[in-house]
């Protein structure tokens, strides 16, 4: 039996990017496309709780949900057989337009996608390009990258679990591919992207304040083993991201906090 890929991305169903990497990804795997009606960039991790849904079949294999990309993962895995035949082997998120470095990673619908699969216990790669780098490349490599992940971790699954207990350990990988590609590959950690951080605000005709937020800005300072300095160097990166945000600290920030709030409570002091 093929490979099923469940393929997503925050910049809606008719994205080139992402129909692209369905289609190559196509040549060892089945592919299944649940992504949203419309662009949903920076929607982060977020769902749709307080408003129905509404999905449709776009055409064979396509599907679009008015929701977060998070929405289209997490509806797709939950709907029995409505978008899935079965249990997917590969979460795939992109191609983005546009980059998803360093703190990106916080904002990125695309990221939240593929971590959507990863809590489920799916191993899954987010992957994002310039707008106008060559997508048929960033594609193949994407397919590459796809399926060594799958063959790497398939010996371990000998059974699938479908619910959140192998989330801890499930690989989440997130590749930025620059837009002239010197054909490196590194393994990096997060780096920082440092934006112009303004508000621009501004009166419409009836006057009203509104606000874009964002500057047009960023840059990136030297740090060696950031996806931040490969991208700059002309490598594409691959980060591993962790899904556990727990510090291991022993007698950290946390710890003298508690020891003080415990000291203040024994003193007597009131709550409520």
Known sequence: MRPLVLVSNDDGHASSGLRILAETLAAWADVIVVAPETEQSATSHSLTLHRPLRARRVEEGIFAID???ADCVYAALHAGTRFLPRWPDLVC?????GLNLGQDAFYSGT???????ALRGIPAIAASAPVHADILRVAALVSILAEALHADVSPTRARVIQ????????PL?????????????RTTRLGARLYEEVI????????????????P???HDRDSGTDTDAFDDGAASVTPLVLDLTVPETGGVAARVVTEAVRVLASGAAIG
């Not at 998120?93 to 337009?97: A, C, L, Q």
């Not at 619910?163 to 499930?170: I, M, V």
């Not at 990988?173 to 590959?185: A, D, F, M, Q």
Request: net charge positive.
């Open 67 to 69: 929701g977060t990309p």
């Open 93 to 97: 998120s992109g191609i983005n337009r």
């Open 111 to 117: 990221i939240a996608a593929a971590r959507e699969g």
């Open 163 to 170: 619910g959140p207990s192998l989330a801890r350990a499930t």
């Open 173 to 185: 990988l997130n590749l930025n591919v620059p837009k002239t590609w010197s054909g490196e590959i």
């Open 200 to 215: 621009d605000v501004r009166i419409d005709p009836r006057g009203r304040e509104y606000m874009w937020l964002g500057g």
């Open 217 to 219: 800005g960023v840059r």
